[in-house]
């Protein structure tokens, strides 16, 4: 399939259906009802790293809820885990429940997922790749 | 940047698709461009900007 993907390409609907499939294929959190919207930032990825930290708690104080997933740095210079992983004490790695009342609570939460329960095909595509 | 441009795209796709398991309402999509970024223009960075935020309407 990915050898496909990549001769070929996919279309607006194929990317779509292969991205619900992709999240459909785990768990997915579960947040209570609530007025706040649940959002997220995404990057296309590069040297920087200065968007996360200050957006995440920007967005807490404006009335979102933010579940952060993060990652480790691909590079020289590091990622966001990488430098809040810094500080001691501060953990990166939660339990789903503390996520969600985090989240509740405070606005946001910045974290890794690091269970095989979350988008396991994505993880099984990554493995057949290398 | 240590890793090819193919490398850091597939991170960047796992990446958003555990987003997803997030059941969000919206997604900032943060295109960065410059070289040391997959878009190396400004314009680069609008189309994929334009691309992606369609495919995730």
């Known amino acids: 399939m990915l050898m496909a993907i990549y001769f070929s390409g996919l279309n607006t609907a194929e990317t779509r259906a292969l991205t619900l499939a992709m999240r459909d294929s785990g768990d997915t959190l579960k947040f209570p009802r609530d007025k706040r919207p649940l959002v997220d930032k995404h990057s296309t990825g590069g040297v920087g790293d200065k968007v996360s930290l200050p957006l995440a708690p920007l967005l807490a104080c404006l009335g979102f809820r933010v579940p952060m997933i993060s990652g480790r740095g691909l590079g020289i210079t590091g990622g966001t885990l990488d430098k809040l992983d810094s500080i001691p004490g501060f953990k990166t790695t939660l339990p789903t429940e503390q996520i969600i009342d985090i989240v509740q609570k405070v606005g946001c939460v910045i974290w890794r997922e690091q269970t095989e329960r979350m988008v396991p095909a994505d993880k099984n595509c990554m493995r057949c790749a290398m | ?57």
Not at chain 2, 30 to 38: E, L, N, P, Q, R
């Open chain 2, 1 to 57: 940047m240590t890793g090819t441009g193919a490398e850091h795209s597939a991170d960047c796709f796992i990446d958003s698709f555990q987003k997803l398991a997030e059941n969000l309402d919206a997604l900032v999509l943060d295109v960065k461009f410059g070289t040391a970024a997959f878009m190396q223009t400004k314009a680069d960075a609008r189309q994929t900007g334009a691309r992606d935020g369609f495919a995730g309407q």
